[in-house]
T-cell receptor, first 110, second 116 residues
Framework: SQQGEEDPQALSIQEGENATMNCSYK?????LQWYRQNSGRGLVHLIL?????REKHSGRLRVTLDTSKKSSSLLITASRAADTASYFC??????????FGKGTLLTVNP | DVKVTQSSRYLVKRTGEKVFLECVQD?????MFWYRQDPGLGLRLIYF???????EKGDIPEGYSVSREKKERFSLILESASTNQTSMYLC???????????????FGEGSWLTVV
């Protein structure tokens, strides 16, 4: 069963611009995570935000979480061509199982 | 760095064959997972294991079984492969379910299975 849903499904921007992706989910969560997947490869963990946190930063990444709206956003600032990938949100309702959304395909044009 | 290694990157099998996908992790993680990924459907959990010889069904276990005889190794078995099992299969691992720091999952590079 799909818990998280990313929006938009695809996003195309120019290098240097900011990219914002959103995730909505349905049930209460312990934490929400964002992962990145380069074409044809495995997923790589980017950042985790707990249910009692509202905002978190890691380098050029900024994640927000609004539990009242059951939504999260991932902002990538000053995008680079190397940021081209699919981005997934994953929600945790237990301490070991994650449920992934369908992903946002980000294309950063040089 | 955590390393999750999937033994085969690309496989082509015939309908009805028994298929084994092997996965090994080197970080002594308790939890291991098998997902499949299909266009438009995202990642779907097939099975997971939280300890040696322990397994639980995920969202789409039909047509699959798993084996975890050793902590570092988690195998996915397709008893009789069918064309609708053509997909990318991703193995993953994570630390103990009791962790208080979250449950980051570490993925392998994926195995592309084509059933003809």
């Amino acid at each position: 069963s799909q818990q998280g849903e990313e929006d938009p499904q695809a996003l195309s921007i120019q290098e240097g611009e900011n990219a914002t992706m959103n995730c909505s989910y349905k049930t209460s969560i312990n934490n929400l995570q964002w992962y990145r997947q380069n074409s044809g490869r495995g997923l790589v963990h980017l950042i985790l935000i707990r249910s009692n946190e509202r905002e978190k930063h890691s380098g050029r990444l900024r994640v927000t979480l609004d539990t009242s709206k059951k939504s999260s956003s991932l902002l990538i600032t000053a995008s680079r061509a190397a940021d081209t990938a699919s981005y997934f949100c994953a929600t945790s309702v237990s301490n070991y199982k994650l449920t992934f959304g369908k992903g946002t395909l980000l294309t950063v044009n040089p | 760095d955590v390393k999750v290694t999937q033994s085969s990157r690309y496989l082509v099998k015939r309908t009805g064959e028994k298929v084994f996908l092997e996965c090994v992790q080197d970080m002594d993680h308790e939890n291991m997972f098998w997902y499949r990924q299909d266009p438009g459907l995202g990642l779907r959990l097939i099975y997971f294991s939280y300890d040696v010889k322990m397994k639980e069904k995920g969202d789409i276990p039909e047509g699959y079984s798993v084996s975890r005889e050793k902590k570092e190794r988690f195998s996915l078995i397709l008893e009789s492969a069918s064309t609708n099992q053509t997909s990318m299969y991703l193995c993953a691992s994570s630390p103990s379910r009791q962790t208080s720091s979250g449950n980051t999952i570490y993925f392998g590079e994926g195995s592309w299975l084509t059933v003809v």
